[in-house]
């Protein structure tokens, strides 16, 4: 069946099967591959993208229940003020190591920012929780959430 | 908010785009008319493979199996003794008897799901009973143990660790130009060359590799690419389309190496006045169907056996051990987190045992510059494993937490380890084995290009390696270029293994961009060759295990707080401090995302992470089953580097990436011992292990 919605700030329509994964529809149909798959079962996070602002495991997330949503990925969010705020942190910290993980520890700081701009070391590692990362046990990721939030992302 | 300032550190190559999402992974190529390919595996854990029945296939789809072999049938990893396709006979349940390939995924699963091995079936073997490789070496004169007044034993367990990369095992091969081209999520690019060219009969010339960004690997893809490469390349010469095989999580977990499984055993020898005259050290590692790499593992876990202690007289042992399971090989630490898990927990218990201080005891025989190592070679370098265990110490106020902690029923431990860990291929395996040769050249403009086999999977060594060059030749950062490994470029400077890229890539970048400098002629084209020349004092003799192990080792110390639910059994891990000599830091951000991230890992492993194999079948096939840590099961994790300039590596920097793994296990089980008070002998503790420890008398 035919969809539409607004992903990264344009609309696109397409014919989607019912089978079909928001992942498979971003990585697949429409190219976004900084969007990625690391289990496929809801388990780490790679996968994440915003819908209406909010954190998603794409591959969990049928593609028709996309219609008419908002979708905003990694590559969409580059181009915003709050990304270069976030990616600064990030690379202050060292909380990117092989990569694999990153795009989703991004957008999962960006929505947990967004609604607590101070958030506690408690707030930071249950937000985060839902994306693994095997590479940087984790603290120069909430080290660079603490330094995203202290510059504060409405920039 | 107080955080450590990077200082040393500059900013990482690869950033921008890993975290724009604009890296290249393997699964983010893009190659439309690429053929999908899909193991066919052995449902059979040991059976003979009398045939196999393939249904009628469509048209552009095919079976590939042992029988399209072009010249071996072999996958070139150290003991040669794994099959691309099993061919007579199948050895664990899970290797291929083929692969379907063809143009549609989904068909080519479905496809795959209708070929049916028939076997008949031989009596498996999951023990570790039969040994396949066996070592053994002494030191000193081990007929005094026979003068022991006092003998102490016991015996350690570990379990198998997934390596979870977050980015599963992919691999994408095409022609191109008459050359074979693989793109794939891989350590080591020149063991993929190897192995296709060993498969086909074919010549260096005849195949590329080119590397993506990888996402993560820490020794899981060490090897088991060099199967998928091979088992490609055969499929590829026949069907002559773009090939990609990518693994999907499950299949990853449940088909893959993993870290070995290990028993060790250690007597300690004791005189009347509670002198230990020796320790007798036997250790047994899962090496699965297939050897692999399992001998080297097993000889890294005997070297390291005794861990930071000297003893004059010593007997170690070790066998891999043959079962009908996947096999076992490399992950981070390469088998001597096992042995070095188990020591560490003996020496103390050994303390109790002899009803001496637990600190006192490890500080009489711990190790110092000039001692002989257990395979007696030389420890070289100044050692400040001491200095190291006071400011972990200091960092942790464990000698005020040790006490109050030791009161009944707190419920909350603290443990401390020390360790090392030597750097490099063993003995003279980079001078005889890797030789490592170093491409720089430098254009009319003076831009410098130089080449390495290093895969940067995340541990940074892209920036640190072309840090190295840029500082050695005083010029501009950006009039250096430092790409990912194209074998149509680069020479072999050796596989990204055994924390080697730093100590001996490193210093042979140093080496190479010196030597450039030397010669260097303004405006001209310039290019070197630099062979790698070991140290002369290296002398090693592999047989008898005898002589000077490694170029050098890096040493560590973790502190590891606990608390335990009394109720639930659940661990919670409430701090960790460590401290590390890795030589001089070079840059700091680089060393504590490797110190943060093995000591992830080796909790984990420690009590987290559970992989057992039941009749040869891995029971935990998902990352739900699987539980690596996640951001609520660690706490702040504390490290400090201190500066001892290790003389033969770059900038005085030693290796680090393993290090940072071996500690965490031994340090955690002993915090965990002092929370119940009982004696921990088995990772991983889970609530289940920890319940059984709890409810019973000693
Ligand atoms: S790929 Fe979606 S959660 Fe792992
Ligand atoms: S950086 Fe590798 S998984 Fe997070």
């Given amino acids: 069946m035919k969809i539409s919605f607004v992903i990264n700030n344009k609309k696109v329509s397409l014919d989607v099967e019912p089978s079909m994964r928001l992942l498979d529809v971003i990585r697949n149909e429409l190219h976004l591959t900084g969007t990625k798959e690391g289990c496929g079962e809801g388990e780490c996070g790679a996968c994440t993208v915003l819908i209406n602002e909010e954190p998603v495991n794409s591959c969990l997330y049928p593609a028709i229940n996309a219609a008419n949503k908002n979708i905003m990925t990694i590559e969409g969010f580059r181009e915003t003020n709050e990304y270069r705020v976030i990616a600064d942190a990030f690379a202050d910290r060292g909380g990117s190591q092989c990569g694999f993980c990153t795009p989703g520890m991004i957008l999962v700081t960006y929505s947990l920012l967004k609604k607590n701009p101070h958030p506690s070391e408690e707030e930071i590692r249950f937000a985060l929780s839902g994306n693994l990362c095997r590479c940087t046990g984790y603290q120069a990721i909430v080290d660079a959430v603490k330094v995203a939030a202290v510059k504060g992302i409405k920039l | 908010m107080k955080m450590k300032k990077f200082d040393t550190s500059v900013k990482k190559v690869d950033n921008e785009e890993k975290m724009s999402g604009r890296a290249i992974f393997t699964g983010d190529i893009q190659m439309d008319d690429a053929y999908f390919a899909i193991q066919v595996r052995s449902e059979k854990a040991h059976a003979k493979l009398k045939g196999i029945y393939v249904p009628k296939l469509p048209k552009d789809y095919y079976f590939i ?156 893809k060490e090897h088991y690419p060099s199967l998928m490469a091979a088992q490609l390349a055969t499929a590829i010469v026949k069907i002559k389309k773009p090939i990609k095989m990518f693994f999907d999580r499950k299949e990853d977990i449940t088909y893959t190496t993993k870290r070995h499984p290990s028993k060790t055993e250690i007597s300690a020898y004791v005189d009347a006045k509670n002198n230990i005259i020796g320790v007798k050290i036997h250790v047994g590692i899962d090496g699965g169907a297939y050897v692999g790499c399992s001998m080297v593992v097993l000889s890294r876990a005997l070297i390291a056996a005794t861990n930071t202690y000297t003893f004059e007289n010593v007997s170690v042992s070790g066998d891999a051990y043959c079962t009908n399971k996947v096999p076992s090989a490399a992950f981070r630490g390469f088998g001597s987190p096992q042995s070095i898990f188990a020591f560490e927990l003996f020496i103390n218990h050994l303390a109790d045992y002899l009803k001496v201080d637990r600190m006192e005891l490890r500080m009489k025989y711990l190790v110092k510059q000039g001692d002989i190592t257990s395979t007696s070679g030389l420890f070289r370098d100044p050692i400040i494993l001491k200095e190291l265990v006071d400011k972990a110490m200091e960092m942790s106020d464990y000698k005020h937490k040790v006490k109050l902690y030791s009161k009944e029923k707190s419920y909350r431990g603290i443990g401390l380890s020390m360790f090392l860990h030597g750097c490099g291929f063993t003995g003279s395996g980079e001078s005889d084995l890797i030789k490592a040769q170093l491409r720089i050249k430098k254009d009319k403009n003076d831009i410098v290009t130089f080449y390495t086999s290093q895969v940067d999977f995340g541990q940074g060594n892209r920036t640190t390696l072309k840090r190295i060059v840029v500082d050695t030749l005083g010029i501009p950062e950006d009039h250096v270029i430092y790409d990912a490994p194209d074998t149509n470029e680069t020479l072999s400077t050796g596989p990204t293994a055994a924390s080697r890229t730093i100590i001996i890539v490193g210093g042979l970048a140093a080496k190479a961009a010196q030597h450039l400098k030397s010669i260097w002629k303004d405006g001209e084209e310039q290019e070197i060759v630099e062979p790698y020349v070991g140290p002369a004092y290296i002398k090693w003799d592999e047989a008898t295990m005898q002589g000077d192990a490694y170029p050098g080792y890096a040493w560590g110390v973790n502190i590891v707080e606990v608390s335990v639910d009394p109720v639930t059994y659940e661990v919670n891990v409430e701090g960790c401090w460590s401290t590390y000599d890795v030589g001089h830091a070079i840059d700091e951000r680089i060393i504590m995302g490797q110190a943060d991230g093995g000591l992830a890992q080796a909790l984990g492993w420690a009590y987290l992470e559970k992989e057992v194999a039941e009749n040869g079948m891995f029971k935990q096939r998902t990352m739900s089953d699987y539980a690596i840590p996640t951001s609520m099961d660690l706490p702040v994790l504390e490290t400090e580097v201190l500066d001892n300039p290790f003389k033969y590596g770059a900038f005085g920097a030693k290796g680090a990436g393993e290090l940072t793994f071996v500690g965490g296990a031994p340090a955690f089980a002993l915090a965990l011992e002092q929370a119940i008070g009982k004696k921990v002998h088995d990772i991983p503790a889970t609530p289940e292990y920890i319940m059984e420890l709890m409810n019973h008398e000693n």
């Avoid at chain 2, 794994?82 to 899970?94: E, L, M, Q, R, T």
């Fill in chain 2, 65 to 220: 199996s042992a029988k399209d072999i072009v010249k071996e049938n072999v996958v070139n990893i150290i003991a040669s003794d794994w099959p691309v396709f099993a061919d007579k006979k199948v050895n664990y349940i899970g290797e291929a008897i083929g692969l379907i390939v063809g143009p549609d995924k989904g068909m080519c699963m479905y496809l795959a799901s209708l070929v049916k091995g028939e076997y008949e079936e031989l009596e498996p073997v999951f023990e570790m009973k039969n040994s396949y490789v066996h070592k053994e070496f002494t030191k000193g004169d081990v007929s005094k143990f026979k003068s022991a007044k006092k003998v102490f034993s016991e015996e350690f367990t570990t379990g198998y660790q997934e390596q979870v990369y977050l980015e599963p095992q992919a691999m994408l091969m095409y022609i191109q130009n008459d050359q074979i081209v693989v793109k794939a999520s891989m350590q080591c690019p020149f063991y993929i060359h190897k192995a296709i060219m060993r498969t086909l009969g074919c010549k260096e010339k005849d195949v590329r590799v080119i590397q993506p960004a990888v996402g993560g690997a820490f020794g899981g």
